[in-house]
């Protein structure tokens, strides 16, 4: 069965081993030039795959080791969805925190459109609240700078 259906799972499937092993540059390619990310909490969309880039090395660079597994992923039309779970280790500053070296475990909800065989746009709902809360300081930590 090779129905577009399935050559945008493939591709999806591709997308994030690509991405798990760091390879933003072979990312960015299977972008669309126009590609569209819809970003939580941000008023409008970003236009690029360039800033699609600039984000995800932001993990990168807070999370050198991340590890990806998608748990879930099914498509109709020319759309994906996926959820995915992201661990990895905070060895890098990430949102103005500087390294804890603490494991970070959270889940996103991201679905995807797929145009002329390559990602066009896409709308991601990680769990920032999660994380967040793995890398904010706890009452021990202050305790310790004492």
Request: aromatic content about 8%; some cysteine.
């Amino acid at each position: 069965m090779n129905t577009t259906t399935e050559k945008n799972l493939s591709l999806l499937r591709t997308a994030y081993k690509t991405l798990e092993r760091g390879d933003l540059d072979a990312c960015v390619e299977m972008l669309t030039e126009d590609f569209i990310a819809n970003v939580p909490g941000l008023p409008d969309p970003l236009h690029g795959p360039q800033l699609w880039r600039l984000g995800t090395q932001t993990m990168w660079d807070g999370f050198p080791d991340l590890r990806i597994d998608v748990e879930d992923m099914f498509g109709a039309d020319d759309k994906v969805a996926v959820r995915v779970h992201f661990r990895g280790t905070h060895r890098g500053t990430f949102q103005g925190i500087p390294a804890t070296d603490r494991q970070i475990s959270f889940r996103s909800i991201e679905l995807y459109r797929v145009e002329g065989g390559k990602i066009a746009e896409e709308w991601v709902a990680p769990d920032m609240i999660s994380l967040m809360q793995q890398l904010s300081p706890t009452p021990a930590d202050h305790l310790a700078d004492h």
